[in-house]
């Protein structure tokens, strides 16, 4: 079960997300178009599943090493040293998502503190703040484990993972 959640955790997340922000968009639209009547709320809720859908995809970018990068130096280096390179990166990306995690932490604090609320759900702010610790949370997750199957790889010399290649 903990494998079937680890491969497919973030897939399913997201697309509930994308089903729930296609299908409000959907139903925004054809009260505006056809009964010229639209609410606030529709667009709230279509607003937050997008930057839910975001962070959590961003997560599962770094799960599947899927990021935008330039990589034509790591084709000039030996195995070893494309490891290396990947645990280096794992490292840094985990420092910096660290200091991000800590900094959107302080923002939910201050909305939870004041009891902010939406304008159009009159939901507390703090769940769609959320997205920004939630997102980065679960991305040092996956850099965790990025990093040891990395050192892992590199200790048995096996080819270090480098995701799927979107231009060949």
Known sequence: MFKSLDRNAERWAL???????????TIEV????????????????????FIY???????????????IRIDVILNYLSPRGKALIYIFGDVVTIAL??????LAFETVQLSWKFGSV??????????????????????????????????????????VYEGERLFE
């Not at 529709?42 to 599943?49: L, Q, T």
């Open 97 to 102: 998502a660290c200091l991000a995690l800590w």
């Open 30 to 49: 054809i009260r505006r178009e056809v009964f010229a009547y639209s609410s606030i709320w529709g667009e709230e809720v279509v607003r937050y599943c």
């Open 15 to 25: 697309l509930i997300l994308y089903l729930m922000l296609v299908a409000t968009m």
């Open 118 to 159: 939406s304008h159009g759900l009159r939901v507390s702010m703090v769940w769609f703040l959320m997205a920004v610790p939630i997102g980065f949370s679960l991305m040092i997750f996956r850099l965790l484990q990025s990093l040891v199957r990395d050192i892992s790889d590199m200790r048995a010399g096996r080819p």
């Open 53 to 67: 859908l975001c962070w959590i995809g961003a997560a599962a970018a770094v799960r599947e090493r899927a990021h």
